[in-house]
């Protein structure tokens, strides 16, 4: 089973970047899509980005495309989500986690499994 920790938030200025990372363990980690989705306050959990278990494969959520990039490096167990351009409706909790199939590629929060704990990211105006 492969577990997941989120790393890598914090306070940035609209218009600024940061990059996330999402470590794995587990020697089944490159098997599996990994995907990252967020969670404001009082608005439901929304799918943020996922990529499949080679790599050459990603997904984006519409409030997203073309700001954020997800990629991954399977020899450091490790899924990065590199987020450019913030604006404050960026603001949430980004969480991480795998797909619930082997080789499969997820485009909604309910295509993933065993979440992390989350790490705040908070873009100010």
């Known amino acids: 089973q492969v577990q997941v920790v989120e790393s890598g938030g914090g306070l940035v200025q609209a218009g600024g970047s940061l990059r996330l990372s999402c470590a794995a363990s587990?020697?089944?980690?490159?098997?599996?899509?990994i995907g990252w989705s967020r969670q404001a306050p009082g608005k439901e959990r929304e799918f943020v980005a996922a990529?499949?278990?080679?790599?050459?494969?990603?997904k984006y959520g519409d409030s997203v495309k073309g700001r954020f990039t997800i990629s991954r490096d399977n020899a450091k167990n490790t899924v990065y989500l590199q987020m450019s351009s913030l604006k404050p409706e960026d603001t949430a909790v980004y969480y991480c986690?795998?797909?619930?199939?082997?080789?499969?590629?997820?485009?909604?929060?309910?295509?993933?499994?065993?979440w992390g704990q989350g790490t705040q990211v908070t873009v100010s105006s």
């Open positions: 986690a795998t797909d619930r199939l082997a080789y499969g590629l997820g485009t909604s929060v309910n295509d993933f499994r065993s």
């Open positions: 587990g020697r089944t980690f490159s098997n599996y899509g």
């Open positions: 990529i499949s278990w080679s790599g050459r494969s990603t």
